[in-house]
């Protein structure tokens, strides 16, 4: 049995503070690893600006270098572009593993916006990290009014596996202020480097196109 946290996103690009929220997490959750679901395209964002899928995992499999992070481009492969369907499916083809969805603050704030967030709520845990300037969009949130009966003190959050679901922890780590909207900023044509790089996904084995 493997404890796996499960950071969906767009990673575009990846970053270090990806990677830095990911082992502080995996230190309070006592996790063996940490997917980075590198989403084929997250149904509420536009298209457009959007960099090519096999790009934005090379950049996250060299951010994620040397770590217990895996970056996988899974979701193309399962046909699943909502987070409720994911993690269904993740579960079936990983029966063995115990699985903790990991989200930042700024997306607790959208939650309520997402396909059937009640049951994703129902199906794992959910770890969320306190991100500069959305703490208290975050608190405020729609989903959180529901959610929040269902808070664990993050003393107790190595011992998750034995949470029954609903369960949500809110972990605070040394805030960091990266995001991709601010490389972007800084290098719209980041994923030019990537361009001619063959990319096989680390959890599949599978070439991504
Ligand atoms: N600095 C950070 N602190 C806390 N959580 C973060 C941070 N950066 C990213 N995350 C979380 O990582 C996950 C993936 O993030 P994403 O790929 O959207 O990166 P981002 O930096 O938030 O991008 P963008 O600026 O384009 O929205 C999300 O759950 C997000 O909340
Ligand atoms: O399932 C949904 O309705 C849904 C709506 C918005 C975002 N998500 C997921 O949330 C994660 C974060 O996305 P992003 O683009 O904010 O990095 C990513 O895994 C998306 O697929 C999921």
Do not use: C
């Not at 405020?140 to 959610?147: I, Y």
Request: cysteine-free.
């Amino acid at each position: 049995m493997k404890r796996i946290g499960l950071l969906g996103g767009s990673f575009n690009p990846a970053h270090d503070g990806h990677r830095d929220i990911s082992r502080f997490a995996a230190d309070a959750l006592a996790l063996d690893e940490v997917w980075w679901l590198v989403s084929p395209g997250n149904p509420l964002k536009p298209k457009a600006g959007m960099a090519p899928l096999p790009a934005r995992l090379a950049r996250a499999r060299k951010v994620a270098r040397r770590s217990l992070i895996r970056p996988t481009a899974i979701e193309a492969q399962l046909r699943t572009r909502y987070t409720i369907d994911t993690v269904k499916a993740l579960r079936r083809r990983y029966p063995r593993h115990r699985f903790i969805w990991l989200m930042g603050a700024d997306n607790l704030a959208q939650f309520g916006q997402w396909r059937d967030w009640r049951g994703i709520a129902r199906i794992m845990p959910i770890a969320v990290i306190a991100r500069p300037g959305y703490d208290e969009a975050a608190r405020g949130s729609p989903a959180m009014s529901w959610l929040r009966r269902f808070v664990r003190p993050a003393r107790q959050s190595a011992a998750w596996t034995d949470w029954r679901p609903p369960a949500l922890v809110l972990l605070r780590f040394r805030p960091d202020p990266r995001s991709a909207t601010l490389l972007r900023q800084a290098d719209p044509l980041w994923h030019r480097e990537y361009e001619h790089t063959r990319v096989r996904d680390p959890l599949t084995r599978r070439l991504i196109v």
